[in-house]
């Protein structure tokens, strides 16, 4: 018996070509019995097809087949983000030049965590991080540019979490203050960390109130540098930017650390027609960016950016195995202090590949284009009776609600048609009342496409 083909080597493009075929095919007809944004049947139905697909997940003896039925099986049983009915979280239908880098990375498979393992990728990485690093730096009042960096990570989980374990090696008793519209994954941090309760501040207009955090700066103990303030530039439940300038005076006044959480709304940066809204992000000591929402990166594409280039140093590891001493002095790059993981995937391609291909204007057009959208649906649920729009939308999420229904009718349209499998909405909780959530990243949506969701959410509300 012959062993299996490589993904890399001399053989590897003439084993992938027709493999890519088969998964390209079993897409299209898994995409084609889906027949919509969501597999119908609800997760019992859906968990029935995937057992009834793959069996016995161990066989004795193998399938040739097994990726045409699995691929298959997974389209037919996906959430697929590219249809504009599939409307409900902050996940973008990957770009096809991105998804095609991807697969280079996966068929050669560096790992970044030394640079005989990955010599261009790691190269790749610094080069690109640096750019974006620079991007949300950029400050037009200064003589010479910031010396900043970025580091790779897988989503904004992890970026907040790198960027508070930061603020902790930097200064002594650090201490998290957050608006209480901040993401979960910052206090789950401050826990995993060992840091004191965190102090959450109100936010009663859905962002963080400056009045508020000025008295809990005020009346919170510590030396200059010790409180760490994390502001929100797009929240997840509505899409809202926290005063980001007006935070970081407070910041600069108090002495405090400034995290800016801009895992969704950070790509405005890209769009000359939105960046204004991010006015004062230049000023964070670290900022979370995710390029798998505003970016049409296959997950996972997270950044930290942090202003101080010497600050990543904190996170440095020795193992004699991957940065032994005299090879640092012979010249080959140090990686393990770029993450807090060993093995990682050159996710660095796809976002080059991306910002290459696209330039600035190409990326700020998709970000203009879905901004665009989210302003029409906010129009459209304005002028239809038997609807209520939360408030005009500020990046790409809408909150909207059948007209006088009650919070248990808005769960349960939403769930019906996630069962049925019609149309995928998110659901949020803002001045007491349940909204229904439809965040919009498709670029190609167009205004029927709006039209349609607002008649299925108003077929299926009880009159």
Not at 57 to 72: E, M, S, T, Y
Not at 321 to 330: I, S, V, W
């Amino acid at each position: 018996m012959s062993s299996p083909p490589l993904a890399s080597g001399p053989e590897g493009p003439h084993a992938l070509r027709p493999l890519l075929e088969t998964v390209l095919d079993a897409l299209a007809e898994g995409r084609q019995a889906r027949g919509g944004p969501l597999p119908a049947g609800g997760p019992q139905a859906v968990a029935a097809r995937v057992r009834a697909a793959v069996g016995d997940a161990l066989p004795q003896k193998g399938d040739p087949d097994a990726v045409h039925h699995l691929v298959r099986m997974l389209a037919e049983g996906a959430a697929d983000p590219a249809d504009p009915l599939c409307a409900a979280h902050l996940h973008c239908p990957p770009l096809a030049v991105a998804t095609a880098a991807d697969l280079a990375a996966s068929a050669l498979n560096p790992s970044l965590d030394s640079w005989d393992q990955a010599p261009a990728a790691s190269e790749l990485e610094a080069l690109v991080t640096d750019a974006l690093a620079a991007e949300i730096y950029a400050d037009p009042t200064a003589n010479e540019p910031q010396k900043s960096t970025a580091l790779v990570t897988t989503g904004g989980t992890e970026s907040n979490q790198l960027a508070l374990l930061l603020a902790r090696e930097a200064h002594s008793g650090t201490r998290l203050v957050c608006g209480a519209n901040a993401h979960h994954s910052l206090t789950r941090a401050a826990w995993l960390l060992g840091l004191p309760e965190p102090v959450v501040v109100p936010a009663p207009a859905g962002t963080l109130d400056p009045a508020a955090l000025d008295e809990a700066l005020t009346e919170l103990p510590g030396p200059r540098g010790s409180l760490v303030v994390a502001a929100t530039a797009g929240t997840t439940d509505a899409g809202l930017i926290d005063p980001l300038t007006d935070i970081a005076d407070l910041c600069a006044a108090h002495g405090a650390r400034l995290h800016i959480d801009a895992a969704y709304g950070g790509g405005l940066l890209f769009s000359e027609r939105h960046r204004h809204q991010l006015h004062g992000i230049e000023r964070a000591h670290t900022v979370t960016l995710d390029l798998h929402k505003l970016g049409w990166q296959p997950a996972a594409a997270g950044l930290l950016a942090v202003r101080d280039p010497h600050e990543p140093h904190a996170l440095h590891h020795h193992a004699d195995y991957l940065n032994a001493d005299d090879d640092t002095q012979a010249g080959l790059p140090d990686l393990l202090g770029r993450s807090l993981r060993t093995t990682r995937r050159p996710d660095i391609l796809k976002i080059a590949v991306t910002l290459k291909t696209l330039g600035r204007d190409g990326l700020g057009a998709l970000v203009d284009q879905v901004c665009a959208h989210a302003q029409e649906l906010a129009r459209l649920i304005q002028a239809h009776p038997g609807f209520e729009l939360y408030d005009p939308p500020t990046i790409t999420t809408v909150l909207f609600r059948p007209a006088e229904a009650s919070d248990d009718t808005v769960a349960a349209v939403r769930r019906t048609l996630l069962t049925e499998g019609r149309a995928v909405l998110g659901r949020a909780v803002l001045d007491g009342q349940l909204w229904l959530k439809a965040t919009l990243l498709n670029p190609h949506t167009r205004p029927g496409d709006l039209a349609a969701l607002l008649k299925l959410v108003e077929g299926h509300t009880p009159r």
